[in-house]
């Protein structure tokens, strides 16, 4: 299954966002805006990074589009849902990420792209109180709605293939409970059944996609496809799936910071991660059932990096009940930074004969301006996986993501290793391009 080359895509791509707010619309007026040369679509991959292919004298970089054959920033089609029925233009106002004279000129192509009502449960974001809202009778309706959905808009806009991306707000948290996650019967007969806390809106998003063969990318750090009902129904549809959370800000400088301390084999007490943020979503996860799911997403990260069992010297002797170093990740909405976040880090790390030193980060980053590029890779990098007949949970995309998906009903452990996930990216580019993968991931 993995090594196929992919097909040459025809047509063109339909990207058909959930939530179009502050991180969709940067996204979509970025992507408008590169297209008519008014923009450069900076921290994107596919777009600007080269692989190595080929070996000794035959040896030589290319861009992935030279390599694989990516769909065109031109070939794009938008389409969103979202609980407000703002457009992308007001949206992209309201967020206050770009400035007018980057929104302007595609004012036209973002007023057309309005929202489709949400598949919404307000007992799952209890700080939205929009009305661009389905009437759904129960869960497997939502589903069905959502599935005409997506028709209607291949349909309209005569595209050949959907991507479904979910950039809308963090869901509270769904734990996985095996008698309605564990297998694709449980989750229909749930959804039949109207099991309201056990299915959350953003399952139906994915359930409809999957079906309606459109490969689907969860942003937020909600559970969604993160179950085996959905691998199965990935596999029984032959769908790419990816998730969870985008790697943006704190998390990607951790996953790119923690391998100096882990390579260098230094100790490690503590590590405290703190930021305030102003936007839509921090509000949102304000509400401590929404910042329980971003939580779990956020510690994952260093502890597969940073391995207590495997250096017990080094990281088994924090003070969180001495087994591990201590971990704690706040975040703080703090309305006049708006999508201006700012991360604090505190490490404490230590030394020859156990002696203390301390790390500061201060990153002041911009939240959407980050996670716009990762949107756009996603989305082309999905279809093209599609079309290269990859289906199920596509691990090279962790690169990309938080707290990647895996298997853990098999104990599988997940990559988090900044330099490990792009090895993995790299191959499968390669494999997709007909190359042979080079590089082995210890
Ligand atoms: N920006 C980042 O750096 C970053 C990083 C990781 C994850 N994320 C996640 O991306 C998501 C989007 O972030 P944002 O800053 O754009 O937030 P935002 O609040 O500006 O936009 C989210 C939109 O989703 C809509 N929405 C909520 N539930 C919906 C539903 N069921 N159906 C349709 N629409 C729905 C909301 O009305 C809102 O307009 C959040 O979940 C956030 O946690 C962002």
Request: one cysteine or more; a negative charge.
């Amino acid at each position: 299954m993995a090594t196929q080359k992919a097909e040459a895509p025809k047509g063109k791509l339909g990207v058909l966002v959930v939530g179009l707010g502050a991180v969709t619309s940067t996204f979509m007026t970025g992507v408008l805006m590169a297209r008519k040369g008014l923009a450069k679509p900076v921290g994107s991959m596919t777009q600007y990074d080269k692989i190595r292919v080929g070996e000794g004298e035959d040896k030589k970089y290319l861009h992935y589009k030279d390599i694989v054959p990516l769909a065109d920033l031109n070939d794009i089609v938008f389409g969103a849902w979202d609980v407000y029925p703002a457009n992308a233009f007001e949206s992209a106002v309201n967020a206050e990420v770009l400035k007018a004279k980057d929104i302007l000129p595609v004012q036209k192509e973002l007023e057309a792209i309005k929202p489709m009502k949400a598949a919404f449960d307000h007992n799952y974001a209890k700080r939205l109180d929009g009305d661009n809202v389905k009437d759904c009778k129960d869960r497997w309706d939502m589903t069905e709605q959502i599935r005409e959905d997506i028709r209607n808009f291949k349909k309209e806009t005569g595209v050949d293939r959907v991507v479904v991306l979910w950039a809308a707000s963090t869901e509270v948290y769904v734990p996985v409970d095996e008698e309605v996650h564990g297998s694709l019967a449980a989750l229909e007969a749930a959804m039949k059944a109207d099991d309201k806390e056990r299915i959350a809106p953003s399952m139906c998003y994915a359930y409809a996609a999957l079906s309606e063969g459109c490969p689907f990318i969860m942003g937020a750090p909600n559970t969604t496809v993160d179950i085996p009902a959905m691998w199965e129904l990935a596999e029984k549809t032959h769908m790419p799936i990816a998730g969870k959370d985008f790697k943006t800000g704190q998390t990607l400088v951790k996953s790119g910071f923690a391998p100096i301390i882990g390579t260098r084999c230094l100790g490690l007490s503590g590590w405290f991660s703190t930021n305030i943020l102003g936007n839509r979503d921090g509000l949102v996860l304000d509400e401590p059932a929404n910042f329980r799911t971003k939580e779990v997403s956020k510690l994952s990260t260093l502890e597969s990096i940073l391995v207590p069992e495997e250096q017990p010297d080094l990281y088994g002797h924090g003070n969180d009940e001495d087994t591990q170093y201590y971990h704690k990740v706040r975040i703080n909405y703090y309305p006049p930074r708006n999508d201006n976040k700012e991360g604090w880090d505190n490490i404490d790390i230590f030394g020859w004969m156990g002696y203390p030193m301390q790390i500061k980060i201060n990153f002041l980053c911009r939240d959407s301006i980050l996670a716009a590029p990762l949107c756009l890779d996603l989305v082309l990098l999905s279809d093209l996986a599609m079309r290269a007949g990859r289906y199920g949970t596509q691990r090279f995309l962790s690169f990309f993501l938080k707290s990647p998906m895996h298997d853990y009903t098999k104990d599988e452990v997940p990559v988090n290793h900044l330099f490990q996930q792009y090895v993995m990216l790299k191959n499968a580019i390669r494999e997709m391009g007909g190359y042979p993968a080079d590089e082995t991931i210890d």
